[in-house]
């Protein structure tokens, strides 16, 4: 079992930053890599970023990639996502994601074991 809670969304002008964070805690969570979608309105859930167990593997979708930066204190079990030259196309519902599967992430996200109850980010122009 793995709980998530998200926190750090909020309202930030175009070209603002914000960071949110993602407190992983239960048996599991120090072996899962931990990952971050986001859902806009009327679109489906698109995915943004992940990192591995050992916080030394990152990944990240071509619309975040060189912007957003995800990391991973491993002590705390604590992920946090730092977004950077924020655009309203990055506003929606951002929500942590965790799994002992890597590759799901990527390949089969409605799989996903573990899933927090999302944190809302609005960019406005």
């Known amino acids: 079992q793995v709980q998530l809670v998200e926190s750090g969304g909020g309202l930030v002008q175009a070209g603002g930053s914000l960071r949110l964070s993602c407190a992983a805690s239960?048996?599991?969570?120090?072996?899962?890599?931990v990952g971050w979608f986001r859902q806009a309105p009327g679109k489906g859930r698109e995915y943004v970023a992940s990192?591995?167990?050992?916080?030394?593997?990152?990944d990240y979708a071509d619309s975040v990639k060189g912007r957003f930066i995800i990391s991973r204190g491993n002590e705390e079990n604590r992920v946090s996502l730092q977004m950077n030259s924020l655009k309203p196309e990055d506003t929606g519902v951002y929500y942590c994601?965790?799994?002992?599967?890597?590759?799901?992430?990527?390949?089969?996200?409605?799989?996903?074991?573990?899933w927090g109850q999302g944190t809302q980010v609005t960019v406005s122009s």
């Open positions: 990192i591995d167990r050992s916080g030394r593997s990152m």
């Open positions: 994601a965790a799994d002992i599967n890597t590759r799901k992430f990527r390949l089969d996200p409605a799989r996903l074991d573990y």
């Open positions: 239960g048996r599991t969570a120090s072996r899962s890599t």
